[in-house]
């Protein structure tokens, strides 16, 4: 160790002694090459039956029917990400439709530029002459969101949505079509599976659905988006066989 | 019997049961060899309060001439990397606060060139309840494989056309990607009457168009004065060169 050192620093002595005088003001310069990667990443949280902090609100719900009688709020028995019209008194005449107030909550936080969707997902789950439309709270649905968790100050139902060959056509003002998934479900297993197959194409969109909030830009902060739901049954709407269910996905892609 | 009871009402609570999911990375660009195996780790957080089960799939997309994403069945894009790759695990459940490393590996064939591409999905398994809408998130990670040196940046603009709307003028710019990878497009109109800018609109900030993809970029102008006018288009998409393309119109 000692030779070492005593090599280096004969080293050091003899680097000096060799400059030249003309040379002892000039100075050498390097450089430090300063390299990173800082990944895309995306955080998306999700509550139904929002409160003003865009958290669960609770056991009970706000319904607005298009008629008196078509549904009624329920008193208990809501959990988050479970969302639940109750019985809905469907007409033989006319359309009708159940509005959930301060149905869904998402927010976002992500470094890119960022795309939110919703659909539902497979046919099956969403029988013809039924479908959502969806009602957005505080921001226009296509924009970049809001900066915190906007309630919806809706006091009614905002009217029933057009059915054209049991599908709808066309939302009330201010609402839009929640589109129904065209793709498969290739794993629908009760219990969790280890598919054998090389991929899988579960809840598979054919299209992206609704879109509810994006930007070319990523965010300063947080981004929220808020909505209210609602389900419009088409006039003489095929009754269900117990009580039926469906599931909506929220789907986030970065640019 | 106090403890018994409190047991009880503890168990009988509803579960938090919200979902809350982070991906990182959300986007992966990996250059790599024909033949030659690459795996990537992509972590998947439960930011929520309650266990989550995830469960990853594979996806297809292009980019749709509105700029929307397009989802198909994997294997189905004719540049998909789907098929050379592998997911492990498919299928997780992760703890609040707690995280998964899910390892991803793909081996582009010889004699491919230039990017292949896919989107791993991680979804959240929905609980399902009767009478009710369930719900479920899911969150794409981009895999962009590049084969070697055989990237070509390539774009061209193959249309421009002005389309009267209500009290404006619409301007329709037609862009495809003629390379064989991703590329993200910008760019603006110039209204011009007799060689002066009398109006700028942007048409395009970081539109994605994807390999063998055509976009239609919309950008909508003031109402004008009659009078013949050119739109000229200029777009950048990262090439050596910016692409451009240009109509003369009419306002009556």
Redesign the interface.
């Known amino acids: 160790m000692k030779r070492i050192l005593a090599i280096a620093a004969t080293a050091i002595a003899a680097g000096t002694m060799v400059l030249p005088a003309s040379a002892a003001s000039t100075f050498s310069y390097g450089s430090v090459k300063l390299q990173w990667n800082v990944?895309?990443?995306?955080?998306?949280?999700?509550?139904?039956n929002y409160n003003a902090a865009g958290?669960?609100g609770g056991?009970a719900n706000t319904l607005f029917g298009s008629a008196a009688g078509v549904c009624t709020s329920q008193a208990s028995g809501e959990?988050?990400?479970?969302?639940?019209?109750?019985t809905l008194a469907v007409n033989p005449a006319a359309v009708v439709s159940c509005t959930y107030k301060n149905a869904?909550a998402m927010?976002l936080t992500?470094n890119?530029?960022y795309?939110v969707n919703e659909y539902l997902d497979t046919t099956a789950e969403v029988p013809a002459g039924t479908g959502f439309c969806a009602y957005p709270n505080g921001l226009t649905f296509g924009g970049v969101g809001t900066a915190a968790a906007t309630q919806s100050v809706r006091a009614a139902d905002p009217g029933v949505a057009t059915f054209t060959a049991g599908t709808i056509s066309a939302c009330a003002a201010g609402g839009s079509y929640v589109p129904i998934a065209s793709?498969?479900v290739s794993?629908t297993g009760a219990a969790?599976?280890?598919?054998n197959a090389?991929?899988?194409?579960?809840?598979?969109?054919?299209?992206?659905g609704l879109?509810v909030i994006g930007s070319?830009?990523p965010p300063s902060g947080v981004v929220w988006a808020g909505e209210d739901?609602q389900l419009n049954l088409d006039k003489n709407a095929p009754a269900t066989s117990?009580?039926?269910?469906?599931?909506?996905?929220?789907?986030?892609?970065?640019? | 019997m106090c403890a018994a009871v409190a047991s009880i009402l503890a168990a009988s609570a509803p579960a938090p049961a919200d979902i809350g999911l982070n991906v990182i990375p959300t986007k992966n660009e990996i250059p790599t060899q024909a033949g030659k195996t690459e795996t990537v780790p992509v972590t998947v957080r439960n930011d929520g309060q309650d266990v989550v089960h995830v469960q990853a799939s594979l996806s297809d997309f292009t980019i749709a001439p509105n700029g929307q994403h397009v989802f198909m069945a994997p294997g189905k894009s004719a540049f998909s990397l789907a098929p050379y790759m592998s997911v492990n695990p498919r299928e997780f459940d992760i703890q609040p606060g707690q995280f998964q490393q899910v390892r991803v590996s793909f081996t582009v064939p010889e004699h491919k060139i230039g990017e292949y591409a896919t989107i791993i999905f991680f979804q959240t398994r929905p609980t399902r309840k009767p009478g009710s809408i369930g719900f479920s998130e899911r969150i794409a990670s981009k895999f962009y494989a590049l084969v070697g040196d055989t990237g070509r940046i390539g774009g061209e603009v193959d249309n421009v056309a002005v389309q009267p709307a209500p009290g404006a003028q619409k301007v329709v710019v037609g862009f495809k990607n003629v390379g064989n990878v991703h590329v993200y497009v910008n760019g603006r109109v110039e209204i011009r009457k007799a060689g002066q800018v009398v109006e700028k609109l942007p048409v395009a900030t970081q539109q994605l168009v994807e390999r063998g993809s055509r976009v239609v970029l919309e950008a909508t102008g003031k109402s004008l004065p009659a009078g013949t006018y050119d739109a000229v288009a200029v777009l950048d998409y990262g090439g050596p060169k910016l692409t451009g393309g240009q109509t003369t119109f009419t306002v009556h």
């Open positions: 990944p895309l990443t995306a955080t998306l949280n999700v509550h139904t958290a669960f056991a959990t988050d990400l479970n969302m639940n019209y109750g869904v927010q992500t890119a530029k795309q793709g498969t794993n969790p599976t280890q598919p090389v991929y899988t194409g579960e809840y598979l969109a054919g299209g992206t879109n070319a830009t739901l117990g009580a039926t269910s469906a599931f909506m996905t929220i789907q986030l892609v970065n640019n």
